[in-house]
């Protein structure tokens, strides 16, 4: 008889984290013993007032921050015991980030951005082009890159800035308020490119938002309340 197949772990997972700020009594506790599991292709929201550790938690899951107790793990892999280098190749492969800011440099254009994006990323010329050029095409702005970002609209510019987080085809995303500083239907044009990369492409998606509506449109909503995360909805899948 077969061996009963091991079940797939999380794409991404945290398990107990707690995040501390200060010492003695000035710490200040961001999380305490919060734990998330994701699946693959699935497009999850983090609600909660401000402060409530949102953004802490999502910089710990791209590894950008380190939790004070808990453990992070990568399709199993535990982020504890990753070098600096290792956490940094993680990023550059297998992480897209998107940032509220949409953080695109002012003198260059949209496909310039992307592509500067990929140098950083260690991707040869070779495949720079190519790949800047696909990701601006699947976000609507095949006919917009050779813009600046001032010529651009809000949703454009965020637009640009997913193209960037998804040219070198990582399999998690993870996005900071990414609607904040769009109108609700520019907001709603963003999520669409969200679900589609899910659909098409089966990225994972964990965004952090204020907003009901886009919490809608997701497939699973967590809440963070005292520093701890409660899964609020989640649809099949």
Request: aromatic share 6%; no cysteine; hydrophobic share 40%.
């Amino acid at each position: 008889m077969k061996e009963a197949q091991q079940a797939k772990p999380p794409l991404i997972e945290a398990r107990n984290v707690t995040r501390v700020f200060g010492r003695g009594d000035h710490r200040v506790y961001a999380l305490r013993g919060a734990s998330l599991a994701v699946g693959e292709g699935r497009l999850v929201a983090l609600k909660g007032r401000s402060g409530s550790g949102k953004t802490t938690l999502l910089n710990i899951l791209a590894a950008l921050d380190t939790p004070t107790e808990g453990t992070v793990l990568y399709g199993g892999r535990d982020a504890g015991r990753m070098s600096e280098r290792e956490k940094n190749e993680l990023r550059r492969r297998e992480i897209g980030l998107i940032f509220q800011s949409f953080a695109l440099v002012p003198y260059m254009t949209a496909y310039e951005n992307v592509e500067f994006g990929l140098r950083i990323a260690g991707f040869p010329a070779s495949e720079r082009r190519k790949r800047a050029e696909e990701a601006l095409q699947f976000v609507g702005l095949s006919g917009r890159m050779h813009h600046m970002p001032q010529e651009l609209s809000g949703g454009e510019q965020q637009r640009t800035a997913i193209a960037r987080a998804i040219a070198h085809k990582p399999k998690l995303i993870l996005a900071d308020e990414p609607t904040a500083e769009l109108d609700s239907r520019m907001g709603r044009q963003v999520i669409g490119v969200f679900r589609e990369l899910v659909r098409s492409e089966g990225v994972t998606i964990v965004l952090t938002t204020h907003d009901p509506g886009i919490m809608e449109l997701v497939d699973d909503v967590y809440a963070l309340e005292d520093g701890q995360v409660e899964l609020e909805r989640s649809s099949a899948g």
